[in-house]
């Protein structure tokens, strides 16, 4: 089974210009995640999508950035404008939620973003 | 709010031996689940083992197994007979079992597995 589907896998910007990152989870699974790597701060949670609708979007670091998820299969993470402070890798995951909350979240390869 | 710590950055071992890698945890949740991810140098996250807390067997996967312990809320992950494509960061992550779906991460452990 393919598993979470990112792309681009590397991406290098100059500031201000728009960046979007697309995942493809999982066949069947209900939540997609999205997750931002640093060195200063980890991993940390950007927001997540339970079929297809934002739960938790608490991560978010400022209007900059936003998501959307228009159908169970396709989810994407754009910055606008992007900022050299934006460099990092953003990774997506996905879950299938099902009651008692067994879940397991599988990554994706990662969007490795370098903004010049 | 859960935090997750590991205390140590860094570790070596050497090929065929055992290491124990630390995570403590800090929630006021009585139900929630355990992760343990590795990150090779490709930066795949892979998961390695999981833990339900409501289970008091201590889980096992091949070479990994964990200590859980609940009361001191420590989640340690013993590999054993170690092998070069261990080496790779090691992420502990916590999540409560209801609510939100957020997974919390510890900064990592980057263990080297020596020749």
């Known amino acids: 089974d393919a598993g979470v589907i990112q792309s681009p896998r590397h991406e290098v910007t100059e500031m201000g210009q728009e960046v979007t990152l697309r995942c493809k989870p999982i066949s069947g699974h209900n939540s997609l995640f999205w997750y931002r790597q640093t060195m200063m701060r980890g991993l940390e949670l950007l927001i997540y999508f339970n079929n297809n609708v934002p739960i938790d979007d608490s991560g978010m670091p400022e209007d900059r950035f936003s998501a959307k998820m228009p159908n169970a299969s396709f989810s994407t993470l754009k910055i606008q404008p992007s900022e050299p402070r934006d460099s990092a890798v953003y990774f997506c995951?996905?879950?299938?939620?099902?009651?008692?909350?067994?879940?397991?979240?599988?990554f994706g390869p990662g969007t490795r973003l370098l903004v010049l | 709010a859960q935090t997750v710590t590991q205390s140590q950055p860094e570790m070596s071992v050497q090929e065929a031996e055992t290491v124990t890698l630390s995570c403590t945890y800090d929630?006021?949740?009585?139900?929630?689940?355990l992760f343990w991810y590795k990150q090779p140098p490709s930066r795949q996250m892979i998961l390695v083992i999981r833990?339900?807390?409501?289970?008091?067997q201590n889980a096992t996967e091949n070479r990994f197994s964990v200590n859980f312990q609940k009361a001191a809320k420590s989640f340690s992950l013993k590999i054993s007979d170690s092998q070069l494509g261990d080496t790779a960061m090691y992420f502990c992550a916590y999540r409560p079992q209801g609510g939100s779906e957020k997974l919390v991460f510890g900064k990592g452990t980057k263990l080297t597995v020596n020749p």
């Open positions: 995951a996905s879950s299938f939620r099902a009651s008692g909350g067994q879940e397991t979240q599988y």
């Open positions: 833990q339900e807390a409501y289970k008091q």
């Open positions: 929630t006021s949740e009585n139900n929630y689940y």
